[in-house]
């Protein structure tokens, strides 16, 4: 699992990389204001997540607890049902899409709060 959660943060961060080149070189000009907001603001959430995906690997080695593994898959759903249906949204002018994003955000909370309670409850690894 913590070689999973470092390969998909990985491969997050360079999406929401190439989704932030895409956002300012191809859409600024082309979207209205609200939508560009939008955008960038999925951009920063996956960034963020990707990020949170190495915590989780580490913490997955460290503490050991299932709370942590259920962190990770739980902030690679969020940047599933948040970022990446905001993205469909603007990109494919699918205004349907984005009523799963809120079940992204719930998503990434829930992440959150699992990495705490794995580090909280968790055994340290030996070594």
């Known amino acids: 699992m913590e070689r999973f959660f470092y390969i998909s943060g990985a ?3 360079f999406i929401a ?8 070189h191809a859409l600024k000009t082309r979207v209205e204001p609200e939508l ?3 955008f960038e603001t999925a951009v920063r959430y996956q960034m963020f997540h990707a990020l949170a995906l190495f915590a989780a ?6 503490w050991r607890h299932r709370a942590i593994g259920a962190a ?5 759903i969020g940047m ?12 494919a002018h699918a205004e349907w899409a984005t009523a799963l994003a809120p079940a992204g955000g719930v998503a990434y909370l829930t992440g959150w709060l699992c990495l705490g ?5 968790g055994n340290r690894a030996a070594g």
Do not use: E, H, K, N
């Open 17 to 24: 990389a190439a989704m932030g080149a895409i956002g300012v």
């Open 80 to 91: 599933v049902l948040f970022s990446a249906t905001i993205y469909v949204r603007v990109l």
């Open 11 to 13: 491969v997050a961060g």
């Open 117 to 121: 309670v794995g580090a909280w409850r």
């Open 57 to 62: 690997a580490w913490g997955v080695g460290r």
């Open 36 to 38: 560009f907001g939008m």
């Open 72 to 76: 990770g898959v739980l902030f690679i």
